[in-house]
């Protein structure tokens, strides 16, 4: 007989990155080893090469990958399991920038089919903490189209087309697929995204590595996986509110609401056919399923699986929580 789902808590894959830094050990507090750096953290992943693996309870040990071989809608649901079979459908990370990242795009589902056999990129990022003057940037600053964007990588003027946006703590930013961007330094964010670790690369800033080393570029694959569109609104214009479910990000692959909660609250999901993820971006809470509690903090991610309706939330401090499932 199958042991019953609970809320999963799994263990954290860290990344070191040329250009990561110390604020997931020194704000998320979490224990990155003997890393120089730690520049990502994968909170829930099913990529093949970084499955996760529960971290406690009784099913302790146990892979992502054989939970959902194991339980399959009773974990993910019964509409996810049938559209992703035995593929966890999203990634969760946090990441730590201190330094620009490379200037970068993620094909869509059909491109990465049909090149990687992969799921697409679609992503999102809540700025958790940044450093005053921080930037991004996310798609074009002006209309174009592939031949004047060439143009100006190939003359070096890459970053005069770019869109460059202020982020601070509590912004958020929808990138879908095919939309060029980079994390700017200074920047600890939490990004939500569709299973797939599939990036071209577009421009790393001349940037050699300690064996003096350019890294790979993919520019030639790139040009079929951008959208040259121009856009009037690049950030996600949402209102925040205290103890209120505020939706922020809603697509095909993923749909996402904050909750600044100053109290204790009960969350009933007995009308989603999804999991449900928290990612826990502020604050602690102690969460509460058939007379068992599970303490969260600030860097922790649950999982919800399907089978569980109802939950507390409850909290002497307040929290902040991204509310993630698939609709």
Sequence with gaps: MSTPLYPLKFKTIFKDKIWGGHKIET???????????CGETWEISGVKSDVSVVD????KGQSLADLLEQ????????KVYKHFGNKFPLLIKFIDANDDLSVQVHPNDELAKKRHN???????????ESDPGSTLITGFNQEIDEQKYVEALNSGHIMDILNREEAKAGDVFFLPAGRVHTIGKGLLIAEIQQTSDITYR??????????????????????????YK??????????PQKDETVHVVSCPYFT??????????????????SFVIHVCVEG???????????????????????TIDKVELETNSGFKILESYIE
């Excluded at 992969?118 to 700025?127: A, L």
């Excluded at 609401?257 to 999901?269: C, I, Q, R, S, W």
């Excluded at 102690?286 to 903090?297: F, G, Q, W």
């Design 27 to 37: 704000y998320l507090h979490k224990n990155i080893g003997d890393l120089p750096n």
């Design 56 to 59: 406690s309870g009784e099913l």
């Design 71 to 78: 339980y399959q809608a009773e974990l993910v649901g019964e």
């Design 118 to 128: 992969s799921f697409g990129k679609t992503e999102m990022w809540y700025i958790i």
């Design 202 to 227: 577009i421009y790393d800033f001349d940037r050699v590595d300690d064996k003096g080393n350019k890294r790979e570029l993919h520019t030639q694959e790139a040009l079929a996986a951008i959208d």
């Design 230 to 239: 121009h856009y009037d609104e690049y950030k996600t214009i949402y209102q």
């Design 256 to 273: 996402t609401n904050v909750l600044d909660a100053t109290h204790g609250t009960t969350k009933d999901y007995s009308n989603l056919d």
């Design 284 to 306: 602690e809470y102690t969460l509460k399923h058939n007379d068992l509690a599970y303490p969260v903090k600030m860097g922790d991610c649950i999982l919800l699986p399907k």
